[in-house]
């Protein structure tokens, strides 16, 4: 089935694929909920789990529960330091063992990724459009971050950053936009926090710039990614769904 036909069209598909697919119940646990009564659609017990509705309108409640049917869903993560950027990993927390059960059944993976000691906004969806669209090094999506550099940043810097620096393994990076916000000192050392804007995303792009100029990143955060912006509300490891319009935005509607 296509999923965008389908979300478009308004096709209507069968009460139990609609709990499977949100992981509330398997085919056979739907019957016998069906049967004892728990299920309802727009306010009567249904007695057939084959019954054909429209998900995105039929009110379905499960034990008086309503079902919340969507295909995809968009969820701003405010990720901490300590936590991969992987949907499994071995040794470490991954971004999805933050998510409440509610959304385990989505499959939702990260939009690119941030360092282990990266903080910040992360996307996480199950549109795999729409993150290809936003990781396609052809669409040159802006992500911009804010640093803790060590070292004496200056416009030098700047300069480079925007005629593009090459990398330790000779890639010649694209024309990035650096701001410097304050600079200071700290146990001796010439510090500074900036603003940087990329892009393309290369592996450990920002520090490998900053390494570039003789410089070392201490402290990373992802700010923004297109037009959608880490939401000053989320404490670190918080997360919420994307509201219509910033998903709207993403896409560039
Ligand atoms: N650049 C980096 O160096 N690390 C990140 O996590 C993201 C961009």
Redesign the pocket.
């Known amino acids: 089935m296509n999923k965008e036909t389908n979300k478009k069209s308004g096709k209507k598909l069968r009460v139990d694929k609609i709990l499977s697919h949100l992981g509330l119940a398997t085919r056979s646990e739907s019957k016998k909920l069906a049967k004892q009564g728990r299920i309802t659609v727009d306010g009567q017990p249904i007695k057939d789990t084959g019954l054909q509705v429209d998900p995105e309108t039929a009110a379905i409640e499960l034990d008086g529960q309503a079902v919340r049917y969507r295909e995809f869903v968009y969820l701003l993560l405010n990720k901490p330091q300590d936590v991969v950027?992987a949907t499994e990993d071995k040794w470490d927390r991954t971004v999805i063992d933050l998510l409440d059960p509610e959304y385990l059944a989505f499959e939702l993976f990260p939009v690119?990724?941030?360092?282990?000691?990266?903080e910040g906004l992360l996307l996480l969806t199950n549109d795999g459009q729409l993150a290809h669209e936003l990781l396609s090094p052809r669409k040159h999506v802006p992500?911009t971050?804010e640093a803790i550099v060590l070292g004496a940043v200056d416009e030098a810097d700047a300069d480079a950053f925007r005629a593009g620096v090459t990398l330790d393994d000779g890639y010649q990076t694209m024309p990035a936009e650096l701001e410097i916000v304050r600079r200071y000192e700290s146990e001796g050392a010439d510090h500074a926090e900036i603003r940087l804007t990329?892009k393309e995303?290369?592996?450990?792009?920002?520090?490998?710039?900053f390494e570039a100029v003789g410089k070392q990143?201490v402290f990373?955060k992802?700010i923004s990614m297109g037009t959608l912006v880490l939401d000053p509300q989320l404490e670190l490891g918080e997360y919420r769904e994307l509201s219509e319009e910033e998903l709207a935005s993403l896409r560039g509607e």
């Open positions: 950027s690119g990724r941030l360092d282990k000691d990266t992500k971050y990329i995303g290369k592996f450990h792009q920002v520090k490998r710039m990143v990373l992802r």
